[in-house]
């Protein structure tokens, strides 16, 4: 006889105490990797590998609340000054001395309506994948135009595939990175602010070279 | 960089690993002075012997004891000062939803996992703020909101990050100070930029109070449309209806609310209250069923539950239930006069519905017995009770005058004049309800006048007497207790300093301070209290 009758396992609350336990130790193990003091490159490179199995496993969160509906922002007001230096922070860790981190934010309102949480999500997914493709320096801004927040994440690498550009819809399901820019879409447009939504704009800058993430949100 | 080597930090976790590394990780940012604590219990009783800087908390804390409920014991008992900084760390991302629907919210929280430079950042923000709105928290410390209010406006007018927050600060203290018109401005303004949920409850606040119940149950229904999370919404939605009448629409409305956050044990109570009031004995029982469960290990808890709960098993029947619910409420608690003068009115009851005479009869006298000695109150259910009772063991006159003490007590509240008029149906004596009820209010407006004619003649004694003994009679009663409040400070101001009296009228507007501080009466008498003190070199604070 099994030791476990498998018809009594609420597979759900498994998965969710499983989640539980798995952040908990993704945080016991960042809380590891900052408090070694050393510039060598496989430490940075070790952080950035937890930070994205992090981003994986939000994503599948993510992913699961919206398509069971659950997913409600939380608006609130945030400095979105405050809100970027601490992605520029975090980045600055994350990068070494390999790539500079740049920060702009003079020309950002002085507070903003968004469930920052989720931004966060998308914000961070963005950062990292600019830090894999960035040669020397990727700007990290926050600004107001059209009455819309916008934030911006920009890198000086290849920049996006013209396939992913021209049709993001089809490639957006085949990459993970794909998917990540899927998610950042979904949480742009979950940001509605009476007749307006928010929206992800993709694009490349050619002089220099770079890809440009940038979330506008109303 | 901020310095944080002077904080003194309380890390409450039930994970000691979590805790050692939170602790390497505070140490980094040259915080030195750290404890920390694996349950919610030990953490409070921490607190309770020394004061901290920093508490960082973890949202589950084990053993159905949450972060959430530690930081409203907190705040709610005044343990912890506006300056401390309350940070909630979490794993779930649900907590998000606990905090944006919550009164009272930590000053800020992490999700779990986050990197130290997040935490380091997040509570610079937290001081920040803190420091920023330091003004405003020590003009309220001092009881002065009207300043507060114009700190909120020069700081408003610098157009900073704290904008929203500010204005959200502003509207609760207008409100506080029955400036209603102006709050609902205020909350227009940023409801028209987004309407977020705490701008659509304060706006309903404030048309409420304007008395426009239709405008504000429109706006909370509309809030609730938009956020179903937003708890506070149902639990003001529910006062509308049922100040209207609809007391059936009220109960659907906290019961709806308690399926989203069954948790919340005070609305529980509410359900089951309102529920017994609207005779539906089988929700009632089930509401203070879950209270008296669930509330067992809860900083919250209160014998009121138990007798609530007896109390809808004995209109079932129940008299077995009834009295080991009863048993068991004298077992979960200190013994004080009020637990046993309330028990026993609950047995007297439950034995005379077994036909238990003798006993009835005994617990009764038990009851008045103390109430003769002691002289404490007993919550309004009780009180009801206990003139049931009274007329019940024949006791008749006793109870005619828990009764007329009743509602004179509160002249001017429908809903226990009307629990008063049921009972005395119930118990026959439907032809007394004139007598008893509608006597009592004219009394109270007749004795309150009278006392105050007598001041106006100049007896001032006279006056002191009747409406001190009325006030202490009457504790909820606010019109008496001004009266006498100010026919005592009259009288030091006339005939000299009277410690006694002065420290009695302070006793009888401090009483009144949480209710009704902001009646144009109250503030009278308030500063006359100060001037007469400063007029004898006494500080009347």
């Not at chain 1, 950035?48 to 599948?60: G, K, Q, S, T």
């Not at chain 2, 509160?410 to 008893?436: P, S």
Request: with cysteine.
């Amino acid at each position: 006889m099994s030791l476990i009758d498998t018809a009594n396992i609420d597979v759900k609350t498994i998965i969710a105490l499983n989640v539980h336990e798995v952040k908990n130790l993704m945080a016991l193990l960042m809380f590891k990797l900052d408090e070694v003091q050393s510039t060598e490159l496989a430490i940075a490179e070790s952080r950035l590998l937890c930070h994205r199995v992090n981003d994986c496993m939000e994503r599948m969160l993510l992913l699961f609340n919206l398509e069971s509906e659950r997913l409600r922002p939380n608006i609130a007001d945030y400095s979105p000054a405050d809100f970027v230096d601490e992605f520029v922070r975090n980045a600055q860790v994350l990068a070494g001395s390999r790539i500079k981190i740049v920060k702009a934010v003079e020309l950002a309102p002085s507070y903003w309506f968004f469930d920052r949480d989720l931004v966060e999500m998308a914000m961070m997914n963005a950062i990292h994948n600019a830090l894999r493709f960035a040669r020397h320096e990727i700007k990290i801004s926050a600004y107001e135009a059209n009455q819309m927040l916008v934030l911006e994440v920009t890198d000086d690498g290849a920049g996006y595939a013209e396939d992913l550009l021209a049709d993001p819809a089809t490639a957006i399901m085949q990459t993970s990175q794909g998917l990540g820019l899927y998610l950042a879409n979904a949480i742009a447009q979950l940001h509605v602010n009476k007749d307006r939504q928010g929206q992800l704009l993709l694009h490349n800058n050619e002089h220099p070279r770079g890809a440009v993430f940038s979330l506008q949100l109303p | 960089m901020m310095d944080f080597s002077k904080k003194r930090v309380l890390i409450i976790d039930d994970s000691p690993a979590m805790c050692s590394s939170l602790r390497n990780t505070l140490s980094n940012f040259g915080i030195s002075r750290c404890e920390t604590s694996n349950s919610g219990n030990e953490a409070v009783f921490r607190i309770r012997q020394r004061a901290f800087d920093i508490i960082v908390c973890d949202y589950c804390l084990g053993e159905g004891s949450d972060g959430q409920q530690i930081l409203e014991q907190l705040r709610r008992g005044g343990l912890i000062a506006p300056s401390v900084a309350f940070l909630m760390v979490t794993a779930e991302r649900g907590y998000e939803k606990v905090v944006s629907c919550a009164e009272l919210a930590p000053d800020d929280y992490l999700l779990k996992p986050f990197t130290a430079e997040t935490m380091r950042l997040r509570l610079e923000r937290v001081f920040e703020k803190k420091a920023t709105f330091a003004v405003i928290y020590e003009l309220l410390d001092q009881g002065n909101a009207v300043d507060a209010i114009l700190e909120c406006d020069r700081l408003l007018a610098l157009r900073s990050k704290f904008t929203i927050d500010l204005i959200r600060m502003k509207g609760e203290l207008l409100i506080s100070l029955d400036r209603h018109e102006e709050a609902r401005v205020l909350y227009e303004q940023v409801i028209s930029a987004r309407a977020i949920p705490w701008a659509r409850i304060g706006l309903a606040k404030t048309l409420s109070m304007a008395g426009l119940g239709e405008e504000a149950i429109e706006t909370l229904e509309l809030a609730i449309e938009d956020n179903p999370q937003y708890l506070e919404a149902y639990d003001l939605l529910a006062k509308e209806h049922e100040s209207k009448g609809s007391t059936e629409l009220a109960q659907a409305v906290l019961e709806k609310a308690v399926e989203i956050s069954p948790q919340t044990l005070s609305r529980q109570t509410r359900v089951g209250e309102i529920a017994y009031r609207n005779g539906d004995l089988v929700k009632a029982k089930r509401a203070f069923g879950i209270v008296v469960d669930k509330g067992r290990y809860s900083f919250f808890r209160s014998p009121n539950d138990f007798i609530s709960l007896s109390r809808v098993h004995l209109d079932e029947g129940q008299h077995d239930k009834a009295l080991a619910v009863v048993t068991d409420a004298k077992k979960s608690f200190d013994k004080t006069p009020e637990l046993e003068m309330a028990t026993s009115v609950m047995e007297s009851l439950i034995h005379h519905g077994a036909n238990n005479e003798t006993a009835a009869k005994q617990a009764l006298q038990n009851a008045l017995d103390i109430k003769e000695k002691t002289g404490v109150l007993l919550p309004n259910s009780s009180s009801l009770d206990m003139a049931k009772s009274c007329f019940l063991n024949d006791k008749v006159e006793e109870g005619r005058t828990l009764v007329k003490d009743m509602v004179s007590n509160f002249y001017d509240d429908e809903q226990v004049q009307n629990t008063v008029r049921q009972m005395l149906e119930k118990v026959g004596r439907a032809e007394e309800v004139a007598n008893l009820v509608d006597n009592s209010v004219r009394d109270v407006v007749k004795l309150n006048n009278e006392g105050v004619m007598l001041a106006k003649k100049g007896d001032l004694a006279g006056a002191i007497e009747l409406l001190v003994s009325a006030a202490k009679r009457m504790p909820q009663n606010v019109q008496v207790a001004l009266n006498a409040a100010h026919a005592l400070i009259v009288d030091s101001d006339r005939n000299g300093w009277n410690e006694t009296n002065m420290n009695m009228a302070r006793y009888f507007l401090r009483e009144h301070a949480a209710k009704h501080g902001n009646l144009e009466k109250y503030k009278k008498i308030n500063e006359l209290m100060k001037d007469v003190g400063l007029k004898f070199g006494v500080k009347m604070a």
